[in-house]
């Protein structure tokens, strides 16, 4: 056994031990969970987890963020494997925060020392030199590091597009709802209670910061989430409107209805540009694949005159 193998089979040994020690300490806040449990049940607690745990809705709620290795987060490794702009995508994501940045952590650290290993296994040869292994090293290290952000991005990327296409029906029903007679408030509850069947993510959104707003949260404070989290203008946009309503009072109807009609000329702006580019492409496309056709086609006969004439000045 070389040096190689050596160092493959330590980092491999490496990796196997972190997922050991993750294995254990989640074990161990299932035992603290279960435990905590036990006793509320046993003082007849009426708190919301206590009750799922007791009905068995909720398998795995010794995962709830209060009670997960969080503190991991804070320390100079978390910040370095989950930065700020990580966690900005985790919520674009709509996933549990705390759960999902964990899980960010750990697949970090497994991908990162378990990736070069396997490059190493696969391509990796007997007697090769030090810079091809570093090289093989260095690719399963970055890819391993940066996969996940890849897949956060790609899933962060469809929900923005959702988004986008939800904004149109969401202001239509806040005017639809207006017409009838109902307060901002009103409108918006039903919005959140009624209609997340059709508005999935802003309906989600929705009820997040309605509750907030409940609890004695400002208007602003409460939809700041909304405004800045999924990087849309025309929803930043409408709630600000939202928010000035709220605050100065006043007729909502017909600043939707302008804020519906600017709405649906950009999308048709959007439209018109992306059938333009479709327009080149397919140009490309008909030029490569039909021009060929064309050619033998329109000139087919004539290269066969030519080939008879040829061969019979030949005879």
């Known amino acids: 056994m070389n040096a190689q193998h050596i160092t493959i089979l330590a980092l491999f040994l490496l990796a196997l031990a972190l997922l050991l020690v993750a294995a254990l300490l989640f074990r161990q806040q299932a035992s603290r969970s279960q435990s905590a449990h036990t006793i509320e049940r046993a003082l007849g607690a009426q708190a919301a987890p206590a ?28 910040r370095a494997l989950v930065a700020e702009e990580d966690r900005k995508l985790i919520a674009q994501c709509g996933f549990p925060s705390v759960k999902a940045q964990l899980l960010l952590l750990v697949s970090r650290m497994v991908l990162a020392i378990g990736l070069p290993l396997l490059a190493q296994v696969i391509f990796g040869k007997e007697g090769q030199s030090a810079a091809r292994a570093y090289l093989i090293y260095g690719m399963g290290f970055g890819i391993g590091f940066m996969l996940p952000k890849w897949i956060l991005s790609n899933l962060a990327g469809k929900r923005r597009d959702k988004v986008a296409q939800e904004l149109p029906l969401f202001v239509d029903l806040i005017g639809l709802l207006q017409s009838v007679g109902l307060s901002l408030d009103q409108s918006l509850q039903v919005i959140a209670n009624e209609f997340q069947h059709v508005l999935p993510i802003i309906g989600t959104e929705l009820d997040d910061a309605n509750r907030q707003y409940t609890q ?70 008909m030029v490569a694949t039909l021009l060929p056709a064309l050619v033998l086609v329109a000139a087919g006969p004539g290269f066969l005159a030519i080939g008879h004439a040829v061969s019979g000045m030949g005879r």
């Open 51 to 78: 009750a799922d745990a007791g009905d068995g809705t909720d398998d795995l709620a010794f995962l709830r963020d209060d009670q997960l290795p969080g503190h991991w987060l804070n320390t100079g490794l978390g």
């Open 216 to 285: 004695g949260r400002t208007r602003e404070h409460a939809f700041r989430r909304i405004a800045h989290l999924h990087g849309n203008q025309n929803l930043a946009d409408l709630v600000a409107l939202l928010i000035q309503v709220d605050r100065h009072g006043g007729a909502v109807q017909e600043p939707i209805r302008q804020f519906s009609e600017r709405l649906r000329l950009q999308r048709k702006m959007e439209m018109k540009a992306r059938i333009g580019k479709i327009t080149v492409k397919m140009t490309v496309v």
